[in-house]
């Protein structure tokens, strides 16, 4: 039975860090880093058994600090990224470094942990990302096709190229740049294309967007003034190639065609406080998940910049005369942008919202007071999708 009602997992500490587990596409699942200052922060493994509506967990202790990103191998389900807070000397430095998970942790299980016997795992260190050089780490990201073995990491106003070699044990620096120019000059978040044979990628600081080439580690596009005030988080369209999409402080949403950044696509204006969050739906690019600190997540139908402005095209000899200028006259009319839902079940700050990699029809969103809720698009809306 396939219910629409969402399901909530309450963490006990403050938390501000989600992913989904990329390389993993048949089991459902999300991976949770905490933020506590007085005790050892966990990675916390939701699987959801979606068949029974219930969320088995298990939990990995990351003991050196609060962490603030997450992100997971495209290749190696065992293989994680954490950007994490350090003291040392009074001074607090955010550094980066990858991790195993235990074996039997590796794939989403369905069998339900007795609570009990569900002892707290600690994670085996394989290498850390060495940025002593480079400033606090903002994020980490994966070569989205890639084999597990590129990485980005955005340190201060510096992008660092990560080779990881002897299965990911080693990383080896083997590119960088750094951003020039007056001011505060600082990353705050970045995405990796999937598209260009996964050759660039486009980076937030202060308020502007810029594109890279990893090659030549040069900037393609820049968009000044992308938003009123900062950027918080950027997305690649999986389908579309040049279409990115922004958010920030100003309450807004705005996508970007990259070959002409003077003016944006499209603008979203649905929050009411900073947008932390947007995400593509990684099979239906017309989906688009927001997370905000009115603590609300909005799903909208941006259908008129998604691949499929018109819904799915029919073959026209499948169609008698009738239908045929029935179809006509439907494509003469194109479908309307709208929110589709307003989620209301947090009660603080939304910081993360994610589609799961194994069902482009569920995603999830976390509040900084440790509130995961899973929920699923509308039914109704799915069904006129697909149909």
């Known amino acids: 039975m396939e219910d629409d009602a969402p399901v ?26 905490t933020q506590s200052l007085r005790y050892d922060n966990q990675i916390h493994i939701i699987d ?4 029974n509506n219930i969320i088995n967990k298990n939990v990995l202790l990351h003991q050196v ?28 430095m955010t550094c980066a470094a990858v991790w195993r998970m235990p074996k039997e942790l590796e794939s989403g299980s369905h069998e339900s942990p007795d609570d009990s016997s569900s ?11 060495d940025n002593t050089a480079h400033g606090n780490m903002a994020c980490v990201m994966w070569e989205p096709m890639g084999d597990g073995k590129k990485i980005i990491s955005l340190a201060d106003n510096n992008i660092l ?34 598209h260009h044979n996964c050759t660039q990628i486009a980076t937030a600081n202060d308020t502007t967007v810029r594109g890279w080439d990893t090659r030549s580690m040069r900037q393609i596009y ?37 070959r ?23 099979s239906h690019d017309q989906l688009i998940l927001t997370g905000s600190s009115d603590s609300r997540v909005i799903l909208s139908n941006m259908v008129s910049i998604s691949s ?46 994610e589609w799961s990699s194994a069902d482009p029809w569920l995603f999830a969103s976390l509040s900084y007071d440790g509130r995961l809720v899973i929920n699923r698009v509308p039914r109704a809306l799915k069904y006129h999708i697909l149909l």
């Open 48 to 51: 959801f058994d979606d068949e």
């Open 260 to 282: 002409n950044v003077t003016e944006p696509v499209k603008t979203l204006e649905e929050h009411s406080h900073w947008v932390w969050n947007v995400r593509y739906n990684h």
């Open 161 to 194: 190229l990560w080779d990881l070699q002897e299965s990911s044990a080693k990383a080896v620096l083997s590119s960088s740049t750094a951003l020039e120019g007056k001011g505060q000059l600082k990353f705050t978040s970045g995405r990796w294309s999937p």
């Open 8 to 33: 909530i997992y309450g963490l006990e500490f403050q938390a501000r860090a989600l992913t989904p587990q990329t390389a993993e596409t048949d089991a459902i699942r999300f991976l949770v880093g």
């Open 65 to 92: 600090g609060e962490i603030w990103h997450i992100s997971t191998s495209p290749a190696d389900k065992g293989v994680l990224a954490t950007c994490y807070n350090k003291t040392s000397d009074t001074k607090v």
């Open 222 to 258: 820049c968009i000044e003034n992308a938003h009123g005030q900062l950027v918080r988080d950027l997305d690649f369209n999986p389908n579309k190639q040049y279409y990115l999409a922004s958010c920030g402080d100003d309450c807004k949403v705005k996508f970007w065609d990259t």
């Open 119 to 129: 002892n707290t795992q600690t994670l085996e260190l394989l290498c850390h990302l």
């Open 308 to 353: 499929e402005p018109f819904g799915h095209m029919v073959d026209d000899d499948e169609l008698s005369d009738q239908e045929a200028q029935h179809q006509e006259e439907k494509i003469k009319e194109p479908l309307q942008d709208s929110v589709i839902a307003t989620y209301e079940e947090h009660e603080d700050s939304v910081y993360a919202v």
